[in-house]
């Protein structure tokens, strides 16, 4: 009996890990559905009405549903850039403060990058979310230098280093902005229309 229960109890334990573990994955999925609905939304939004604002009750229960997923799944690079996205549209209109040095945002997209160092559109993003605290330092670089390597024929990673290129010409090294004229000429080849968009809503000086 005694050696029965010994060969049982360890059945035991991981029948119970694995039912815990797929129990915190299915709420972690619908805390993320219910984050990702709203971020689509006012990506969609914005879109239509560049004059769109988000709601500061509606942020505020998305960052909770962000918390929420990331709680259940602590490891996760997707939930914490998910978390990051949503802490971004919060610092447009100031209510993402963080009471240490780091801007709670920054820190999200620096944890995701951890997680996941191989993904350019962590370091994209990461370089856009510095962007938007005026932060045009040596990490800013460094970040956007990451993403052309990672990621030089990803739409995204060429639009946004795009985009940083002409915003902020004259404020970049030479090596830098040379690396961000080249993905801009990728991009003009795969997507001429986002060029010439972009190039309307960032006029060169």
Same mark, same amino acid.
């Given at each position: 009996? &005694?050696?029965?229960?010994?060969?049982?109890?360890?059945?035991?334990?991981?029948?119970?890990?694995?039912?815990?573990?797929?129990?915190?994955?299915?709420?972690?999925?619908?805390?993320?559905?219910?984050?990702?609905?709203?971020?689509?939304?006012?990506?969609?939004?914005?879109?239509?009405? *560049?004059?769109?604002?988000?709601?500061?009750?509606?942020?505020?229960?998305?960052?909770?549903g962000a918390d929420n997923?990331?709680?259940?799944?602590?490891?996760?690079?997707?939930?914490?850039?998910? !978390?990051?996205?949503?802490?971004?549209?919060?610092?447009?209109?100031?209510?993402?403060?963080?009471?240490?040095?780091?801007?709670?945002?920054?820190?999200?997209?620096?944890?995701?990058?951890?997680?996941? *160092?191989?993904?350019?559109?962590?370091?994209?993003?990461?370089?856009?979310?510095?962007?938007? !605290?005026?932060?045009?330092?040596?990490?800013?670089?460094?970040?956007?230098?990451?993403?052309?390597?990672?990621?030089?024929?990803?739409?995204?990673?060429?639009?946004?280093?795009?985009?940083?290129? !002409?915003?902020?010409?004259?404020?970049?090294?030479?090596?830098l902005q040379l690396t961000?004229?080249?993905?801009?000429?990728?991009?003009?080849?795969? &997507?001429?229309?986002?060029?010439?968009?972009?190039?309307?809503?960032? *006029?060169? *000086?």
């Amino acid at each position: 009996m &005694y050696k029965k229960w010994l060969i049982t109890l360890p059945c035991m334990i991981l029948l119970a890990v694995a039912l815990n573990t797929g129990w915190n994955l299915i709420q972690s999925e619908i805390w993320r559905s219910q984050t990702v609905d709203f971020l689509d939304f006012w990506a969609a939004e914005t879109k239509d009405d *560049p004059g769109f604002a988000v709601d500061k009750q509606q942020w505020l229960i998305t960052l909770a549903g962000a918390d929420n997923a990331l709680d259940k799944m602590p490891n996760s690079p997707e939930l914490m850039e998910m !978390r990051a996205r949503v802490l971004n549209w919060g610092v447009q209109k100031g209510w993402a403060i963080s009471e240490t040095e780091e801007p709670m945002e920054l820190a999200a997209w620096q944890q995701s990058i951890l997680q996941r *160092p191989a993904w350019p559109y962590s370091w994209s993003s990461y370089a856009q979310a510095r962007s938007q !605290r005026s932060l045009i330092d040596k990490q800013f670089e460094a970040a956007l230098f990451r993403a052309d390597q990672l990621g030089p024929w990803e739409q995204a990673v060429m639009e946004n280093a795009t985009i940083l290129g !002409r915003y902020y010409r004259g404020w970049l090294s030479e090596p830098l902005q040379l690396t961000l004229d080249n993905s801009q000429q990728r991009l003009a080849k795969l &997507y001429p229309h986002r060029v010439r968009w972009i190039e309307k809503q960032y *006029p060169l *000086p």
